[in-house]
């Protein structure tokens, strides 16, 4: 099926669990707010001079003494994280699937060009690679911070696959949702400072700049799962947040489906319960979504 049929349903799906009481028109709302906001983002993602992008006000809002992994999440005008931090002065690498290194990775390095920067400025890590912690490991030797956009994975195919007890399982909002922890552990393992970063809207100028909301440093000694704990604490703090501030704004909600092994056990069997359809035509065939349990029912003729 093409993604693109597929993110209103399941956008629909995946915020009507976390907010139960919006009603059909408060979600429609909300989802064109959504759009809106993605496209925004995207066009200040084009590239530009960084003194057009960022006056001195919002580079005295960059940390100077970063060090390590930075954690992001794909929520506000996220793609302007590299560019803010280069223009605090770090060399950065960024984590990214290979998909998204193919999209942005012309844009990012012609924002470079028009800024007469090095373009070793910035590297891309590919995520998919087996090499991928053993990269990291190395940016940071080179003196380099790593950028890593967190977020929910690991769906019933992945848990049966894989340790459950590298997942994190993470409240937000009542429900949950599941992260690897192999950040965490390779950031344990080696003693690597770990902040947490989020583009953060001024409540007063309505402008998008950088909060750092936690630094989580190594403690010698420290057992894994007090570390892991610690960890998960300021996630989900980082989590509730965004939920707080401007859920709109995050970019995940359609692909939340994928993320939620607990929401594979509905009360579908209660016959009085409310069902919610939306009609999906896709590829020429006609078919209903089930809203509440994520299931897709092919409309057929009757011969």
């Known amino acids: 099926m093409d993604k693109n049929h597929l993110t209103k349903p ?23 707010k959504w759009r ?49 931090l280069i223009a605090a002065g770090y060399r950065i690498a960024v984590v990214a699937s290979p998909e998204v290194i193919r999209r942005e990775s012309d844009t990012t390095f012609n924002d470079l060009l028009i800024n007469n920067l090095p373009k070793d400025t910035l590297q891309y890590i590919d995520a998919a690679r087996p090499t991928v912690l053993r990269n990291i490991i190395s940016a940071l030797q080179d003196h380099r911070i790593v950028l890593l956009y967190l977020d929910a994975d690991a769906g ?38 770990v902040s947490f970063m989020l583009m953060d809207r001024g409540s007063t ?3 998008w700049k950088i909060a750092l909301l936690n630094k989580l440093a190594f403690r010698k000694n420290e057992p894994l799962l007090g570390y892991l704990k610690r960890f998960k604490m300021k ?32 009360d579908a069997n209660v016959s009085n319960a409310p069902v919610w359809v939306m009609p ?24």
Not at 163 to 190: G, I
Not at 282 to 295: A, G, H, L, T
Request: proline residues 6%; aromatic residues 14%; contains cysteine.
């Open 36 to 84: 809106a906001l993605q496209g925004s983002f995207a066009q200040m993602a084009q590239p530009a001079l960084l003194t057009q992008v960022l006056d001195q006000e919002i580079r005295q809002t960059i940390p100077k003494d970063l060090k390590g992994i930075c954690i992001a999440f794909h929520y506000g005008p996220y793609r302007q994280l590299p560019r803010y």
């Open 280 to 303: 999906i035509n896709m590829q020429q065939r006609q078919f209903f979504f089930d809203v509440k349990n994520k299931r897709f029912f092919e409309i057929k003729p009757i011969d």
């Open 156 to 193: 019933l195919r992945q848990m049966a696959a894989k340790n459950h007890q590298a997942l994190m399982k993470v409240p937000v909002r009542q429900k949950e949702l599941y992260f690897h922890s192999n950040t965490a552990r390779l950031a344990y393992k080696f003693g690597i400072p």
């Open 10 to 32: 399941f956008w629909f799906a995946n915020v009507w669990t976390f907010f139960p009481d919006l009603g059909i028109d408060d979600l429609e709302i909300n989802y064109l």
């Open 205 to 207: 100028d309505g402008r």
């Open 235 to 266: 996630l989900t703090r980082v989590l509730n947040r965004i939920m707080k501030q401007d859920w709109t704004a995050w970019e995940n909600w359609p692909m939340l489906h994928l993320y939620q092994p607990d929401l594979a056990i509905t």
